[in-house]
């Protein structure tokens, strides 16, 4: 059971990280110091002041950037390669009782792919919304992700199960509706052909 609550916590985190790559970071190290999460071997760095430190400076500065325009497409470009390691580490850092290979195979399985999925669908819908309105509603967009982050952060650490079904339904949500969009047909390509040229002389 402590396993499987681990590893729930682990997926969460990791979908945390999808949305803010910093805040669950921090969150991690704000509950390590209030003795609500345990860390595994070689991860008790994080529950430490330097860290707590780094990312909450870290943190401050990511959630800054997101609301300047233009800027947080930038960061995109490099956010889903980073929040894949960061759903990596993080996952590795809660799941205990697990030998080294299976831990880090199950951290970049689970935790690493969790994070790219959500990430990746934040960056798609934050280009939408700068191609629609120029950038105008893009504090709409980072604003709900900063949300997103720091309740599923919480959320995590309170009720990991019920937070990993609710990470599991999100991503079957954001897979269908990706795969609706590429299904979608092309109207601009259509030609339509006038009747009158249509007709033979």
Partial sequence: MELALSICLGIGLSAACGFRV??????????????????????????????????LTATILEVVAYYIPWVDNLLDSVATPVAVVAGTVVTAAVVTDMSPLMKWSLALIAGGGTAGIIQSASVALRGTSSLA?????????????LLASITTTILSVVVPILTAIGVAVLIVMMLTFVRRQLRRPNTTSNVTVPLESSRSV
């Avoid at 209030?34 to 070689?42: C, K, R, T, V």
């Fill in 133 to 145: 309105t120029g950038g105008l509603t893009n504090w709409g967009v980072a604003s709900a992700e």
């Fill in 22 to 55: 910093f805040v669950p970071l921090l969150g991690m190290s704000i509950a390590a110091f209030a003795g609500h999460l345990d860390l595994s071997e070689g991860f008790d760095w994080i529950g430490t002041w330097p860290a707590f430190a780094c990312f």
